[in-house]
């Protein structure tokens, strides 16, 4: 499975948008780019996810590079809500197995 | 909708004890999977099951944690005896086995503290 490299932490300011980085170099062709946040006390709670094509739902937009080896995920107008630990995982179609990391820990301040 | 449930949220017992928790995944999710999350680690998976079959236990560490699934839709995982290193979360995630999306659906957690 590929491995995503992310930073450790992030401050954002409340209403301003939050872009956290995802590094997945090793990525391969039928392997989705998965984005799960977990706040403090409480299981983790899916975002988004993409193949290819940069996707927008309510709660965030993701965007791919063309080469697929890196992922932003953009939170457009963050909250005091939003502090949680933000996770970025690779997984290859049909496979089920979630691979998590340490994630980023993502600090909104008012 | 009512989502993963799960109990206990909270156990604390001493070392060598046996322990055991319970999820009940979200209903026609034939998908369950049970995580170990550390603190200030992300989840590791421990089991996977689809439908009553255990199809992904490689992480399960089999001398002392057990599993089961047996109708199909709720399940156990048990930890006998436990250990001061087996303190974590236990989180339980249920999802429908779905080539697009595969979404988890993960319950609260049951913390485990073992003195």
């Known amino acids: 499975d590929a491995k995503t490299t992310q930073p450790p932490s992030m401050d954002c300011a409340e209403g301003r948008a939050a872009n956290l980085p995802c590094n997945h170099s090793?990525?391969?062709?039928?392997?989705?780019v998965y984005w799960y946040r977990q706040i403090h006390s409480q299981g983790p709670q899916y975002i988004i996810h993409?193949?290819?094509n940069n996707e927008t739902n309510e709660m965030a937009s993701l965007i791919i590079t063309e080469d697929r080896k890196s992922s932003t995920l953009i939170l457009p107008h963050a909250t005091l809500r939003d502090t949680a630990v933000y996770y970025c995982i690779v997984l290859l179609s049909g496979t089920y197995k979630y691979i998590f990391g340490t994630g980023t820990r993502l600090k909104v301040l008012a | 909708e009512a989502g993963v449930v799960q109990s206990p949220r909270y156990k604390i017992i001493e070392k060598k004890q046996p322990v055991a928790f319970w999820c009940n995944p979200i209903s026609g999710h034939n998908t369950l999977y049970w995580y170990r999350q550390n603190l200030g680690q992300g989840p590791e998976l421990l089991i996977r099951y689809e439908n009553e079959e255990a199809v992904d236990d490689s992480q399960l560490p089999k001398d002392r944690f057990s599993a089961e699934r047996l109708k199909g839709v709720d399940s156990t995982l048990k930890i006998q005896p436990a250990e001061l290193g087996d303190s974590a979360v236990y989180l339980c995630a249920s999802s429908l086995a779905s080539v697009d999306t595969g979404e988890l659906f993960f319950g609260e957690g049951s913390r485990l503290t073992v003195l």
């Open positions: 993409g193949l290819k």
């Open positions: 090793t990525i391969s062709g039928n392997e989705y």
